[in-house]
């Protein structure tokens, strides 16, 4: 029998430490808990963990800081459990995924214990995923830097652009979504996007995106028209789906169950941009745990479109696009730096 997981939770809040420890340990994790930053450096130099989940809002050193010296000095996952939906709540935990932490959940507007009775599954499935992550991507101990908004203007392309590009990922996913959105160019495709991320947290996503792509990137809304040059994250607890053909789509939110545990869920996009779109269309499955999306894509290389699946040496969790790969789905596995380039690449290529 393999050895247990062992999670380190780090918050100041008792009540999350006790509920998340518990929902850990009945899934076999050991765990161990910490107050604040100090403690929890001092417990590392006792035992390295497998994964951590870290509170940012903390007294004696913000979480921010814990998380830059943990990945300068000993990357260790991190799951970024974050109190604040605010939009200053949002832009820290994106700013510490895009500093090295793996994954974000979202605690409870209304009652902790609730929160996490009913989200255990869920809390446990991302504390697995993130205890198997790996490294791939650049770190930096200071934080990113946004480069100024480039210009609208087209880039010049060889061929004309896929009506309709389709993106799912989950862990690892928002950084390996910015690689790829601002690789494309102004004129570029419109895109859909489902990151798994919680309610709350894809606006700011989207609005940090589109400070830094040639596309216009916005959060959807029920009935957006989908036209080259942008692109559209599926809002958190909202499945996404493309109506419409012949070129002219729009959008389409629904409060549906969940699929493969997801809301919303790249199977549901996926499958809606075969039945609208077919060979009009270009989907890539991105780094993520599970098996979300995987069979969309599925339908979507069945009704022509050109597919795509991320490397494992790319991906920070090769569940997602590894699926995809089983299951021959994807057409095409390509690195993530190449995933841009292989669509505007295939552009040309006839409906088929």
Do not use: W
């Not at 000095?73 to 820290?92: F, H, N, Q, T």
């Not at 214990?113 to 446990?124: C, M, N, P, R």
């Not at 999306?293 to 569940?319: K, P, Y």
């Amino acid at each position: 029998m393999n050895p247990s997981l062992h999670a380190l939770v780090v918050d100041d809040s008792a009540v999350v430490r006790h509920m998340a420890a518990e929902i850990l340990s009945r899934a076999g994790f050991s765990v161990a808990v910490a107050a604040d930053p100090f403690i929890a450096l001092t417990k590392m130099r006792q035992g390295r963990p497998d994964v951590i989940l870290l509170d940012l809002e903390m007294p004696r050193m913000h979480g921010l800081e814990f998380l830059r010296r943990v990945m300068d000095a000993d990357p260790v996952p991190i799951v970024v459990c974050s109190g604040s939906i605010s939009s200053r709540g949002a832009d820290l935990a994106l700013e510490a995924l895009e500093q090295g932490a793996v994954d974000v959940v979202a605690k409870p507007r209304l009652g902790v214990k609730g929160f996490l009775e009913e989200s255990a599954t869920s809390l446990v499935d991302t504390m697995r995923a993130a205890a198997g992550a790996r490294f791939p991507r650049a770190r930096a101990s200071a934080p990113r830097r946004e480069a100024p908004k480039p210009p609208r203007a087209p880039m010049p392309t060889t061929a004309p652009v896929p009506t309709l590009l389709a993106l799912g990922a989950s862990t690892g996913g928002p950084e390996a979504l910015r690689a790829v959105l601002e690789a494309l160019p102004a004129d570029g495709p419109g895109v859909v996007v489902v990151q798994h991320m919680p309610e709350g947290f894809t606006r700011a996503f989207a609005e940090r995106l589109d400070r830094t792509c040639r596309l216009e990137v916005r959060e959807a809304r029920d009935g957006d028209a989908l036209a080259p040059g942008t692109a559209f994250i599926a809002p958190g607890n909202r499945h996404l789906e493309v109506r419409g053909g012949r070129g002219r789509y729009h959008l389409s939110l629904q409060d549906g169950d969940r699929v493969n545990r997801h809301r919303p869920s790249v199977d549901v996009l996926f499958r809606s941009v075969a039945a609208a779109a077919g060979g009009s269309a270009v989907g890539a499955l991105l780094t993520g745990m599970g098996d979300d999306g995987a069979r969309g894509l599925l339908e979507m290389r069945r009704a022509g479109a050109l597919t795509l699946a991320q490397d494992e040496a790319s991906s920070v969790v090769f569940g997602m696009p590894g699926s995809a790969i089983e299951l021959a789905a994807a057409e095409h596995v390509v690195p993530l730096g190449d995933v841009a380039a292989a669509v505007l690449r295939h552009a040309a290529r006839p409906v088929r």
